[in-house]
Protein backbone atom coordinates (compact mmCIF):
# COMPACT_ATOMS: atom_id res chain seq x y z
CA UNK A 1 0.00 0.00 0.00
CA UNK A 2 1.27 3.25 -1.03
CA UNK A 3 1.69 5.84 1.91
CA UNK A 4 0.14 8.56 0.12
CA UNK A 5 -2.84 7.78 -2.17
CA UNK A 6 -4.71 10.05 -4.20
CA UNK A 7 -7.24 9.59 -6.98
CA UNK A 8 -5.19 10.52 -10.25
CA UNK A 9 -8.58 12.19 -12.10
CA UNK A 10 -8.10 13.65 -14.61
CA UNK A 11 -10.90 15.95 -13.51
CA UNK A 12 -12.38 17.72 -16.30
CA UNK A 13 -14.77 20.57 -15.04
CA UNK A 14 -16.58 23.69 -16.57
CA UNK A 15 -14.77 27.57 -15.19
CA UNK A 16 -16.66 28.34 -12.32
CA UNK A 17 -17.50 24.28 -11.17
CA UNK A 18 -16.51 23.43 -7.32
CA UNK A 19 -14.36 20.37 -7.31
CA UNK A 20 -12.89 18.35 -4.39
CA UNK A 21 -9.48 16.11 -4.30
CA UNK A 22 -9.29 13.56 -1.44
CA UNK A 23 -5.54 12.18 -0.03
CA UNK A 24 -5.60 8.89 2.36
CA UNK A 25 -1.87 8.43 4.54
CA UNK A 26 -1.30 5.41 5.77
CA UNK A 27 0.73 5.95 8.69
CA UNK A 28 -1.29 7.14 11.51
CA UNK A 29 2.01 9.03 13.01
CA UNK A 30 2.31 11.37 10.47
CA UNK A 31 2.29 15.09 11.96
CA UNK A 32 2.70 17.72 8.81
CA UNK A 33 0.23 17.53 6.02
CA UNK A 34 0.32 20.04 2.55
CA UNK A 35 -0.65 20.32 -0.45
CA UNK A 36 1.48 21.24 -3.54
CA UNK A 37 0.67 22.00 -7.11
CA UNK A 38 2.54 21.30 -9.85
CA UNK A 39 1.82 22.71 -13.81
CA UNK A 40 3.04 20.72 -16.53
CA UNK A 41 6.99 20.33 -17.10
CA UNK A 42 7.19 22.77 -13.77
CA UNK A 43 8.67 22.00 -10.61
CA UNK A 44 6.14 21.50 -7.86
CA UNK A 45 4.97 24.39 -5.18
CA UNK A 46 3.62 24.83 -2.44
CA UNK A 47 -0.11 25.80 -2.36
CA UNK A 48 -1.13 25.17 1.31
CA UNK A 49 -0.69 24.44 4.39
CA UNK A 50 -3.70 21.74 6.33
CA UNK A 51 -4.48 21.89 9.81
CA UNK A 52 -6.54 19.97 11.83
CA UNK A 53 -9.18 23.00 12.76
CA UNK A 54 -9.41 23.02 8.75
CA UNK A 55 -8.24 26.48 6.71
CA UNK A 56 -8.94 28.20 3.95
CA UNK A 57 -6.78 30.51 1.49
CA UNK A 58 -9.10 32.45 -0.82
CA UNK A 59 -10.90 29.92 -3.23
CA UNK A 60 -8.98 26.98 -1.58
CA UNK A 61 -10.35 24.88 1.42
CA UNK A 62 -8.25 22.31 3.26
CA UNK A 63 -9.34 19.90 5.49
CA UNK A 64 -7.67 16.82 7.98
CA UNK A 65 -9.32 14.13 9.55
CA UNK A 66 -6.84 12.41 11.25
CA UNK A 67 -9.05 9.91 12.92
CA UNK A 68 -9.70 8.29 9.03
CA UNK A 69 -6.09 9.35 7.87
CA UNK A 70 -7.93 11.29 5.34
CA UNK A 71 -6.95 15.03 3.52
CA UNK A 72 -9.18 17.12 1.31
CA UNK A 73 -9.21 20.00 -0.87
CA UNK A 74 -11.30 22.24 -2.55
CA UNK A 75 -11.53 24.50 -5.12
CA UNK A 76 -14.48 26.74 -5.44
CA UNK A 77 -14.81 29.07 -8.50
CA UNK A 78 -12.76 27.35 -10.28
CA UNK A 79 -10.46 29.43 -13.11
CA UNK A 80 -8.75 28.29 -16.46
CA UNK A 81 -5.48 29.10 -14.54
CA UNK A 82 -5.91 26.21 -11.88
CA UNK A 83 -5.26 23.88 -14.62
CA UNK A 84 -2.75 21.67 -12.54
CA UNK A 85 -1.89 18.67 -11.19
CA UNK A 86 -2.74 18.99 -6.92
CA UNK A 87 -0.02 16.66 -4.71
CA UNK A 88 -1.25 15.55 -1.87
CA UNK A 89 1.92 15.21 0.80
CA UNK A 90 2.85 14.79 4.24
CA UNK A 91 5.76 14.21 6.73
CA UNK A 92 5.86 11.07 7.96
CA UNK A 93 6.40 11.82 12.14
CA UNK A 94 8.97 9.96 13.95
CA UNK A 95 11.45 12.14 13.63
CA UNK A 96 11.41 11.90 9.87
CA UNK A 97 11.60 14.93 8.17
CA UNK A 98 11.14 14.24 4.40
CA UNK A 99 7.99 14.88 2.65
CA UNK A 100 6.33 12.47 1.51
CA UNK A 101 3.97 12.74 -2.25
CA UNK A 102 1.31 11.11 -3.64
CA UNK A 103 0.63 10.72 -7.66
CA UNK A 104 -1.25 13.79 -8.05
CA UNK A 105 -4.59 14.48 -9.24
CA UNK A 106 -4.88 16.18 -12.39
CA UNK A 107 -7.30 18.79 -12.98
CA UNK A 108 -8.14 20.63 -16.33
CA UNK A 109 -10.59 23.15 -16.14
CA UNK A 110 -12.37 24.01 -19.50
CA UNK A 111 -14.47 27.21 -20.49
CA UNK B 1 18.89 35.11 -8.16
CA UNK B 2 16.65 34.03 -4.85
CA UNK B 3 15.55 30.07 -5.92
CA UNK B 4 17.18 26.78 -6.21
CA UNK B 5 19.11 26.19 -9.57
CA UNK B 6 19.84 23.45 -10.71
CA UNK B 7 22.54 22.29 -13.69
CA UNK B 8 22.09 20.92 -16.31
CA UNK B 9 18.16 21.34 -17.22
CA UNK B 10 19.08 17.92 -19.51
CA UNK B 11 21.23 15.16 -19.89
CA UNK B 12 21.05 12.07 -22.14
CA UNK B 13 23.57 9.40 -21.57
CA UNK B 14 24.13 6.22 -22.57
CA UNK B 15 23.52 2.92 -20.53
CA UNK B 16 26.69 2.47 -18.04
CA UNK B 17 27.62 5.90 -18.14
CA UNK B 18 27.70 7.98 -15.05
CA UNK B 19 26.38 11.59 -14.59
CA UNK B 20 26.76 13.66 -11.97
CA UNK B 21 24.00 17.20 -11.36
CA UNK B 22 24.57 19.87 -9.22
CA UNK B 23 21.72 21.41 -6.91
CA UNK B 24 22.61 25.56 -5.62
CA UNK B 25 20.25 25.93 -2.85
CA UNK B 26 18.67 29.51 -1.76
CA UNK B 27 21.81 30.75 0.29
CA UNK B 28 20.16 30.64 3.68
CA UNK B 29 18.62 27.59 3.35
CA UNK B 30 19.87 24.50 5.91
CA UNK B 31 17.90 21.51 4.78
CA UNK B 32 18.50 20.02 0.99
CA UNK B 33 16.65 17.44 -0.28
CA UNK B 34 16.64 15.22 -3.58
CA UNK B 35 14.14 13.65 -5.35
CA UNK B 36 12.96 11.69 -8.16
CA UNK B 37 9.93 12.37 -10.62
CA UNK B 38 8.55 9.53 -13.49
CA UNK B 39 5.96 10.75 -15.38
CA UNK B 40 2.47 10.45 -13.90
CA UNK B 41 4.11 9.94 -10.72
CA UNK B 42 4.65 12.78 -7.68
CA UNK B 43 8.04 13.30 -6.62
CA UNK B 44 9.57 10.18 -4.88
CA UNK B 45 12.05 10.89 -1.98
CA UNK B 46 16.06 9.91 -2.34
CA UNK B 47 17.95 11.64 0.31
CA UNK B 48 18.21 14.51 2.21
CA UNK B 49 20.70 16.98 4.25
CA UNK B 50 20.91 19.23 7.11
CA UNK B 51 24.04 21.56 6.35
CA UNK B 52 26.44 19.28 5.39
CA UNK B 53 25.35 16.08 7.24
CA UNK B 54 23.28 13.15 5.18
CA UNK B 55 20.46 12.33 7.02
CA UNK B 56 18.32 9.91 5.61
CA UNK B 57 18.25 7.68 2.19
CA UNK B 58 15.60 5.98 0.71
CA UNK B 59 15.86 2.33 0.92
CA UNK B 60 15.35 3.03 -3.39
CA UNK B 61 19.09 4.84 -3.20
CA UNK B 62 20.76 1.81 -4.77
CA UNK B 63 24.76 2.26 -4.22
CA UNK B 64 25.06 3.31 -7.92
CA UNK B 65 23.40 6.28 -6.22
CA UNK B 66 25.33 9.17 -4.15
CA UNK B 67 24.86 12.66 -2.68
CA UNK B 68 27.22 15.42 -0.93
CA UNK B 69 27.20 18.26 0.50
CA UNK B 70 30.53 18.79 1.59
CA UNK B 71 30.49 22.54 2.59
CA UNK B 72 26.47 22.96 3.23
CA UNK B 73 26.21 24.92 0.37
CA UNK B 74 25.52 23.43 -2.99
CA UNK B 75 25.12 19.41 -3.58
CA UNK B 76 25.90 17.12 -6.16
CA UNK B 77 23.89 13.87 -6.88
CA UNK B 78 26.33 11.12 -9.10
CA UNK B 79 24.63 8.12 -10.85
CA UNK B 80 27.41 5.41 -11.78
CA UNK B 81 27.16 3.02 -14.13
CA UNK B 82 23.48 4.24 -15.40
CA UNK B 83 20.90 2.06 -16.53
CA UNK B 84 17.39 2.82 -18.49
CA UNK B 85 15.03 3.12 -15.34
CA UNK B 86 17.27 5.62 -14.12
CA UNK B 87 15.71 7.71 -16.50
CA UNK B 88 13.44 10.71 -14.63
CA UNK B 89 13.19 13.98 -13.48
CA UNK B 90 15.40 14.99 -10.61
CA UNK B 91 14.51 17.42 -8.27
CA UNK B 92 16.40 19.42 -5.74
CA UNK B 93 14.69 21.47 -3.11
CA UNK B 94 16.08 23.35 0.16
CA UNK B 95 14.14 24.54 3.22
CA UNK B 96 14.82 26.55 6.18
CA UNK B 97 14.70 24.65 9.57
CA UNK B 98 13.04 24.12 11.77
CA UNK B 99 11.19 27.57 10.74
CA UNK B 100 9.39 25.84 7.95
CA UNK B 101 8.58 23.12 6.27
CA UNK B 102 7.83 24.39 2.74
CA UNK B 103 10.14 23.30 0.34
CA UNK B 104 11.45 25.27 -2.51
CA UNK B 105 12.20 23.10 -5.63
CA UNK B 106 14.43 23.96 -8.85
CA UNK B 107 13.42 23.24 -12.29
CA UNK B 108 15.04 19.63 -12.27
CA UNK B 109 17.01 17.70 -14.42
CA UNK B 110 15.88 15.53 -16.79
CA UNK B 111 17.89 12.47 -17.18
CA UNK B 112 17.18 10.20 -20.26
CA UNK B 113 19.04 6.79 -20.32
CA UNK B 114 19.30 5.69 -23.87
Known amino acids: RKEVEQDPGPFNVPEGATVAFNCTYSNSASQSFFWYRQDCRKEPKLLMSVYSSGNEDGRFTAQLNRASQYISLLIRDSKLSDSATYLCVVTPGGGYNKLIFGAGTRLAVHP | DTGVSQDPRHKITKRGQNVTFRCDPISEHNRLYWYRQTLGQGPEFLTY????????KSRLLSDRFSAERPKGSFSTLEIQRTEQGDSAMYLC????????????FGSGTQLSVL
Open chain 2, 93 to 104: ASSIQPRNEKLF
Open chain 2, 49 to 56: FQNEAQLE
